[in-house]
Each structure stands twice: as structure tokens, then as C-alpha cells.
């Protein structure tokens, strides 16, 4: 776990490049849900999403090394990809960065743009990653994993910001992917000593998590196939399942139909863009229902591909 030196530690290095993301109680979602709903925007990032932070960190504490890593490597969907490359440029590092085929062009886009350098292999997530550890080896970079410490405690401080700016929060959604996000609000938490209740979210199209939640063990998927791309994981990270056992109520499916159902409900009721992650955590709660207390949903991100919002927006026109 990542105690409160270590995530005030992150921030410090976190507000060096970018300023708190707000958080808003929307009406028109508190009449949506039947209940007071808190949306914490991260969103509002530098790249549109609250991997930046865990990027921002990690980098940060390897440019102080003595000697500093020839060059970084990591492999992503998209979000961790454009943390690690915009960290890499700020601190003089070069990076590459191993995608699926067929990843969202945008996000390809805006990793080169941040100065990476991108390899694409394998059908998905899970194999990228492996070939981005194998390269690793072959070329002597330091391979940054899904779920190092360092980006832990760097995205555990937007938990930090929602926890100190609501008091009193009942019960938080947050989505699943490596797990880095929803151990950083277990983190932040526990490190304030409070109560509230933390609620993971997944694909029901890319489940591993879900499964290995009930059965308090890893379980692995074949497929993880769901427009909401940054949790199409197949394989759980056990150090994440290891504090998500520990530390969360529970964990809630949803469907991509019901994403789609939130990325519209948040068009529409907060003209937010949120992704498809993003909109998961509104998807739960409306599928679960009014819950008691104040509620929060994390919206982790807004980099969704402009042909695949179009299409979404427009099935739900009337």
C-alpha cells in the first residue's frame, strides 16, 4: 500500500507540471441517478487522462537516478502511453511505446506527438506488454509495468484531491484496467483513515478482474473486447488484486451498450467527453441505482476517437 508521505511526495512532483483537476456535483446528473453525484474530472488533464500523473511520477524519481536509464519502454492502450512519452520529453528520456494492431489512431497519434516512438504487437494489451518487455531486454531500456509503485502513488493523487475537496463521500466508482487508478484510491483512503465505500468497475466484455474477484484468486480471460479500451485487460495484475481483495465492496460489469448509455448521459447532462473507461463508473451507477450518502464517479479520461463519439452520440439522437 502507498501511504500519505509517498502520495504527498507524488504531488509534489505531479503540481510541478500540472495544476488539481476540479471535481462538480452536476444537477442534471443528481436528477439522472436520483442522488448527489460527484464527478472528478480528469478529463482536464495535460493528456486527457489521470495516467499523466502516475507518469509524471515515475519519471520524475528516474531522471534523479545515478545514471540515469538509457531510454524508457512501457506498452499501453493509449492514456499510460501519452503519460509516460509527455514525462520522457519533459525530463530528456526517449521512449518507445509497443501498441496492439489496431489500436485507436488518435491516441497513436497524440504518443507520437509527445515524442514517442511506437511499435505495434500483438492482438492486444496483455501481448504488447510482453513484447515491450522483451524489447526491454534487447535494447537495455528500463521497462516501465502497468502498475510500478511510482505510478501507483502518482495517480493516487488525484484520490487525494476528490477525498480532501468532498468531504464526506459515501461511496466512489472507478474503473478497472491494470488496476493502477482503483489502488490509488484504496491508497489514498486508507492513508486519510476514512470510510467511504470504493466500487471497481469493469468490461463485461473484458471481465478478469470481476472473475478473479469472486473468486479471490487470478483468473485470466481469452478475449477482452470492449470499445472501452482502457479496460481491455485479460490478465490481473497480483499485486493489484492483492489490495483491490482487500479494499474494495465490489466490483460491477457493465456492458458496452450501458457505456455507450453514459458517454451520451454525460454528453448530454455535463457536455463532458468522456471515453469509454470514463463513462463506466456513470454506467454502474445506473445500473445499481440510487445509492445512499454522497456519491462520486471518477471520469479518468476523455480520449475517445472522433468516428467512434460520432457514432455513439448519433445512435442515441431522437
Not at 60 to 70: H, I, M, N, Q, Y
Request: aromatic fraction near 6%; glycine fraction near 10%; hydrophobic fraction near 45%.
Amino acid at each position: 500500500m502507498i501511504g500519505q508521505d509517498e502520495l504527498e511526495a507524488a504531488a509534489a512532483r505531479v503540481y510541478a507540471a500540472m495544476l488539481p483537476t476540479p471535481q462538480y456535483a452536476w444537477p442534471l446528473l443528481a436528477r439522472r441517478c436520483i442522488g448527489e453525484v460527484w464527478v472528478k474530472h480528469e478529463n482536464h488533464t495535460p493528456t486527457g487522462a489521470f495516467k499523466i500523473r502516475g507518469g509524471l511520477n515515475l519519471v520524475g524519481e528516474l531522471a534523479a537516478r545515478t545514471p540515469r536509464p538509457a531510454g524508457i519502454i512501457t506498452a499501453t492502450r493509449g492514456n499510460h502511453g501519452q503519460s509516460i512519452a509527455l514525462a520522457a520529453q519533459r525530463h530528456g528520456f526517449s521512449c518507445t511505446v509497443v501498441v496492439p494492431h489496431g489500436n485507436s489512431s488518435d491516441k497513436n497519434e497524440a504518443m507520437r506527438a509527445f515524442g514517442a516512438t511506437l511499435v505495434e504487437f500483438g492482438r492486444d494489451f496483455d501481448e504488447a506488454r510482453e513484447h515491450a518487455g522483451l524489447l526491454a531486454r534487447e535494447r537495455d531500456l528500463h521497462f516501465v509495468g502497468p502498475f510500478d509503485r511510482e505510478l501507483v502513488a502518482g495517480v493516487g493523487t488525484y484520490a487525494l484531491e476528490l477525498l480532501r475537496a468532498v468531504p464526506g463521500l459515501d461511496t466512489i466508482y472507478v474503473p478497472i484496467g491494470c488496476g493502477s487508478g482503483i489502488c490509488g484510491l484504496v491508497s489514498a483512503r486508507d492513508a486519510l483513515g476514512l470510510k467511504t465505500r470504493v466500487v471497481g468497475v469493469v468490461s463485461a466484455h473484458a471481465n478478469c478482474y470481476a472473475q478473479s474477484f469472486a473468486a479471490k484468486r487470478a483468473v485470466q480471460t481469452d478475449r477482452a473486447d470492449t470499445l472501452a479500451d482502457g479496460m481491455a485487460v485479460r490478465v490481473p495484475v497480483p499485486a493489484a488484486l492483492d489490495v483491490i481483495l482487500r479494499g474494495v465492496e465490489r466490483i460491477v460489469e457493465v456492458t458496452d451498450a450501458e457505456v455507450e448509455g453514459a458517454i451520451r448521459a454525460l454528453f448530454s447532462d455535463t457536455h463532458q467527453v468522456a471515453e469509454g473507461a470514463g463513462a463506466a463508473p456513470l454506467a454502474a451507477l445506473v445500473k445499481e441505482g440510487p445509492q445512499p450518502g454522497r456519491t462520486a464517479l471518477i471520469l479518468s479520461g476523455g480520449n475517445i476517437d472522433r468516428a467512434l463519439y460520432a457514432r455513439i452520440l448519433l445512435a442515441g439522437w431522437s
